[in-house]
């Protein structure tokens, strides 16, 4: 709809940055503090910063998070870390797609899964929060279930009862070990949905 409005009313001097079309906001969930860095519910952090570290980015604290960006082939990818706490996730993404006239098919949220084995990556269009605290207050401020989601898998090999000590866990030795693979895929990925778009994305990542 944005493209078909562009193309019959679009002031041709508008440049890439005005155009809501080429910004994505790419928005990493996590808990802030040393104490949560290295847990598996920080993943969407840990895949940002491996991104930023590659490519030389720096992030600045900014409102409700801290953000960098990235521009590649007449794209702009704005990184959020929301620095509100994982169950307040949603007031930092609902600003910032705001804040920058993001339009919400450009918005790609970075989660982790425990109903995916470790390392498992998914990209989906819409879907239930899946008791995940952080995407249920990003369905309430988005008020839709309709919004690009990211899922990790980080599996579910928990004893009964000890849900939240997993995902507030650290990782193993050997999920360290294979990790640096999976940040480099989930950046590919990332680079794919916004060159290539979604659907072309999900063809080629989903259950890679």
């Known amino acids: 709809m944005f493209q078909f409005l562009y193309k019959l009313f679009g002031n041709k001097n508008v440049t890439?940055?005005?155009n809501p079309m080429k910004k994505f906001l790419i928005v990493g969930l996590g808990n802030i503090g040393d104490k949560y860095e290295n847990t598996r519910h920080n993943i969407g952090f840990k895949v940002l910063d491996f991104f930023a570290k590659q490519e030389n980015l720096t992030f600045e604290t900014k409102k409700l998070g801290d953000v960098?960006?990235?521009?590649?082939?007449g794209r702009t990818f704005i990184f959020l870390k929301p620095n509100t706490f994982m169950n307040l996730s949603g007031k930092a993404v609902l600003y910032w797609q705001t804040q920058e006239k993001i339009p919400l098919e450009n918005v790609?949220?970075?989660t982790d899964d425990l109903?995916?084995?470790?390392?498992?990556?998914?990209?989906?269009?819409?879907?239930s929060d899946g008791g995940h605290n952080g995407l249920k207050d990003i369905q309430a401020k988005l008020n839709t279930t309709k919004y690009n989601r990211f899922r990790f898998g980080i599996s579910d090999?928990?004893?009964?009862?000890?849900?939240?000590?997993?995902?507030?866990?650290?990782?193993?030795?050997?999920?360290?070990?294979?990790?640096p693979e999976r940040l480099e895929k989930s950046?590919?990925?990332?680079?794919?949905?916004?060159?290539?778009?979604?659907?072309?994305?999900?063809?080629t990542f989903n259950g890679k």
């Open 187 to 203: 950046v590919e990925l990332i680079k794919s949905f916004v060159l290539a778009g979604v659907n072309n994305t999900m063809n």
């Open 157 to 179: 090999a928990f004893s009964k009862g000890r849900q939240v000590d997993y995902v507030l866990g650290e990782w193993t030795n050997e999920e360290e070990n294979q990790l």
């Open 115 to 127: 109903n995916l084995p470790f390392g498992s990556i998914r990209l989906k269009t819409k879907g």
């Open 16 to 18: 890439d940055e005005q």
């Open 68 to 73: 960098a960006l990235y521009k590649l082939k």
């Open 108 to 110: 790609l949220v970075i």
